[in-house]
């Protein structure tokens, strides 16, 4: 599974974002999907996950009703919708796949697949 993130850029604070990843191959609809992201300086950090049909999600308490994640996978696509952005929301944000359904969800080695990330900054 090749993965590309896209969507990031420049946002003020209060703002709104919305971040896509791509996905080649077939395989799309039988993996968990999810996002990181690691800010400058920090370690890395489990933003959200969606299961393979879609009908769960897992978001970090940081982000949790603020950005909502979301699939399509007739055309192998994730959707990480943000919202209320704050300057601490500044990082590379990366998709990820896991072949598995992970025994937890913010574990960043249950996840094989990573894409090149893209960058959100939101400035104050």
């Known amino acids: 599974v090749q993965l590309q993130a896209s969507g990031g850029g420049l946002v003020q604070a209060g703002g709104s974002l919305r971040l896509s990843c791509a996905a080649s191959?077939?395989?799309?609809?039988?993996?968990?999907m999810g996002w990181f992201r690691q800010a400058p300086g920090k370690e890395l950090e489990f933003v959200a996950a969606?299961?393979?049909?879609?009908?769960?999600?897992y978001y970090s308490e940081s982000v949790k009703g603020r950005f909502t994640i979301s699939r399509d996978n007739a055309n192998n696509t994730m959707i990480l919708q943000m919202k209320s952005l704050k300057p601490e929301d500044t990082a590379v944000y990366y998709c990820?796949?896991?072949?598995?359904?992970?025994?937890?969800?913010?574990?960043?080695?249950?996840?094989?697949?990573w894409g090149q990330g893209t960058l959100v900054t939101v400035s104050s």
């Open positions: 990820t796949a896991a072949k598995y359904i992970p025994n937890y969800y913010p574990g960043r080695g249950n996840y094989e697949y």
């Open positions: 191959g077939r395989t799309f609809k039988q993996n968990v």
């Open positions: 969606i299961s393979r049909s879609g009908g769960s999600t």
